[in-house]
């Protein structure tokens, strides 16, 4: 992975129960035998409802969130906290000579934890909490990420009861909730926690459409946002492996969000595959490696920085070709003329230069 492939980004649709069925709300009510589809056990923040789709802006750009009791649900089991997204968008093309404010994404380059530590603290009131235990512990033996019991730390994850399994993305600040309703086990644990050191889903990657082919004719109306890329919803995020991770715990099922007992996600040969949830793959903690460094199993021991600074590899300028849309810093710009070009709220074009990584306006 060489971006968060691991994206270990988002969400999807079922989960086990504690006998170990699966439960699959959204083809109940849609009048599926559920015993035709095949076990999927992915996360919901809130199984088996729905809320109204509205699009926020995060980062400059209009990403759809779901507003499912108050809680502003992306892809199935990622929560936004309410400052996180604004119903305006947000600054990103200034005026000469105007100041750039410090309003930065939230993308997870910013929102590591420090030092490989994630604090934590357990609702006594949640059930079957070796859950938890277990997914630190599978966490800890596989990767440099230590989690330590919280005492009076302000940034900390909070493991509590919900409605189903649901967690933030990366370090928000503050106490984030990991939800684990009872049908949450240790391997959605596991990916929950995923979620909150900075991972995204592995089907949001940038380049998932070389791997995988999302078949949005059998996506639940309403459902489709949580096929997007990290990058068509607006996030920034990194690919950390060089391929798609069909072992990664990340990964939504073939089955996820289907209307109707078809596959919405199959392989490029039209073949299916199982999610799994056993526990991280070695391509999730290849990608975790890159995103928290330092000894595995030592929890925290970040390799002492080089005496010699390493050098900063050149990268080829890149070529623009004239007719095509890119977006750069946030912004989505045309290349006319080998001019950029973006398109104002209100219509019209405006031509606009990028001056260390930051738009201008050009009069
Ligand atoms: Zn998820």
């Known amino acids: 992975m060489k971006k968060r492939s691991l994206i270990y980004l988002l969400p999807a649709v ?8 699966p439960i699959n709300e959204l083809e109940t009510e849609t009048g599926i035998d559920k015993s035709e589809i095949p076990f ?3 996360e919901l923040a809130f199984p088996g409802e729905a809320g109204k789709v509205a699009d926020v802006y995060f ?10 009791n108050g809680s502003l649900v992306y892809q199935g089991d990622i929560i936004f906290a309410d400052d996180m997204v604004t119903n305006l968008p947000i600054k990103i093309v200034y005026n000469k000579g105007e100041k750039p404010s410090q309003q930065k994404s939230v993308g997870r380059t910013s929102s590591y934890w420090p030092d490989n530590i994630v604090f934590y603290d357990i609702d006594g009131s949640l059930p079957d909490q070796s859950r938890v235990t277990d997914a630190i512990a599978h966490w800890e033996s596989n990767t440099a990420v230590k989690f330590v019991q919280r005492s009076g730390e302000s940034n900390y994850v909070y493991f509590t009861p919900g409605g189903g399994c649901s967690s933030y993305v990366g370090m928000v600040g503050g106490r984030q909730n990991i939800t684990l309703a009872s049908g949450c086990s240790t391997g959605n644990t596991i990916h ?3 979620h909150a050191v900075g991972l995204w889903h592995e089907q949001s990657r940038i380049d998932r459409d070389n791997y995988i082919t999302i078949n949005f004719e059998n996506i639940a109306s309403g459902t489709e946002h949580n096929f997007r890329t990290y990058e068509e919803s607006g996030y920034d995020g990194d690919e950390f492996t060089s391929t798609l991770d069909f072992g990664s715990i990340m990964l939504y099922s073939s089955y996820s969000f289907s209307n109707n007992g078809q596959p919405t996600i199959v392989k490029k040969d039209g073949s299916t595959y199982s999610a799994q949830r056993s526990g991280l793959s070695s391509g999730d903690t290849e990608g975790i490696s890159s995103m928290y460094p330092g000894e595995t199993g030592t929890g925290g021991t970040v390799a ?8 900063t590899p050149t990268e080829p300028e ?4 004239n007719g095509e849309y890119y977006t750069i810093a946030g ?4 290349r006319k003329k080998d001019k950029w070009l973006y398109k104002k709220d209100r219509g019209g ?12 306006n050009v009069d």
Do not use: H, R
């Open 14 to 21: 079922l989960f086990m129960s504690c006998s170990d069925e």
């Open 318 to 321: 890149p070529t623009y070709i």
């Open 59 to 68: 980062a400059g750009k209009k990403i759809p969130v779901e507003n499912i």
């Open 349 to 360: 074009w405006q031509e606009v230069e990028l001056i260390d990584g930051t738009w201008y």
């Open 331 to 334: 912004l989505t710009v045309l």
């Open 304 to 311: 002492p920085p080089p005496t010699e600074p390493e050098p």
């Open 40 to 42: 999927d056990n992915i």
């Open 192 to 194: 929950e926690i995923g």
